[in-house]
Nanobody
Framework: QVHLVESGGGLVQAGASLRLSCTTS????????MAWFRQAPGKEREFITT????????DYMDSVKDRFTVSRDNAKNTVYLQMNMLKPEDTAVYYC????????????????WGQGTQVTVSS
């Protein structure tokens, strides 16, 4: 069983940066494609970004492409989400997720989820 723990969330002002981390245990990290999703109050959980097992392939939702960067360190069993130029509309609970096989944006394809970390961006 894979266990995922997110950290790094918080309250920041618009324009600030945050780096989220997601550390995994209980599985072979390098065998999982990883992703970040977020869920704002009253909204569906939405895809943000995904990164392949090697880290060579990434994909982003359009609204974060120029501001967010996903990366991973397989030696540390950790995936990161660097978020720059944060906006109030980025306020949400951020979740990391893991799946075997290739990357996908499809939420239902991810087998393992963390508990989420809150990101709040004030205007």
């Amino acid at each position: 069983q894979v266990h995922l723990v997110e950290s790094g969330g918080g309250l920041v002002q618009a324009g600030a940066s945050l780096r989220l981390s997601c550390t995994t245990s209980g599985g072979t990290f390098s065998s999982y494609s990883m992703a970040w999703f977020r869920q704002a109050p009253g909204k569906e959980r939405e895809f943000i970004t995904t990164i392949s097992r090697s880290g060579r392939t990434t994909d982003y939702m359009d609204s974060v492409k120029d501001r967010f960067t996903v990366s991973r360190d397989n030696a540390k069993n950790t995936v990161y989400l660097q978020m720059n130029m944060l906006k109030p509309e980025d306020t949400a609970v951020y979740y990391c997720a893991a799946k075997t096989g290739v990357v996908t944006q499809a939420r239902g394809s991810y087998n393992y989820w963390g508990q989420g970390t809150q990101v709040t961006v004030s205007s």
